[in-house]
């Protein structure tokens, strides 16, 4: 059982930055590839983004690429989600996860390719 505690949501205007974080309670991190998806009110969960055990290969959502940028440092066993130039679409709950597997084949974009879950953290980001 692994638990992810995600923080760093908020109430930003358009352009604005924020950074999530997304703790895990596991010494195992690293066996783990880590997702961020998002849901929005009335939406369906949506992919955007994984990284491999290391960090160093990542995949993004097409609308996401250029903005957004996941990072992990396996030693604190936490994985990160750097957004820039917010846009009022990029309104959604934010949730990270941990897929059972160190490398990155083909793109587990879909929810049920991960194992466990945060409980999520609101970003909002006004116009």
């Known amino acids: 059982q692994v638990q992810l505690v995600e923080s760093g949501g908020g109430l930003v205007q358009a352009g604005d930055s924020l950074r999530l974080s997304c703790a895990a309670s596991?010494?195992?991190?690293?066996?783990?590839?880590v997702g961020w998806f998002r849901q929005a009110t009335g939406k369906e969960r949506e992919f955007v983004a994984v990284?491999?055990?290391?960090?160093?290969?990542?995949y993004y959502a097409d609308s996401m690429k250029g903005r957004f940028t996941i990072s992990r440092d396996n030693y604190e066993s936490t994985t990160y989600l750097q957004m820039n130039s917010l846009k009022p679409e990029d309104t959604a709950v934010y949730y990270c996860a941990v897929k059972k597997t160190r490398v990155v084949v083909t793109v587990p974009k879909s929810p049920s390719e991960y194992e466990y879950w945060g409980q999520g953290t609101q970003v909002t980001v006004s116009s």
């Open positions: 990284a491999d055990w290391s960090g160093d290969t990542t």
């Open positions: 596991t010494h195992t991190f690293s066996l783990y590839a």
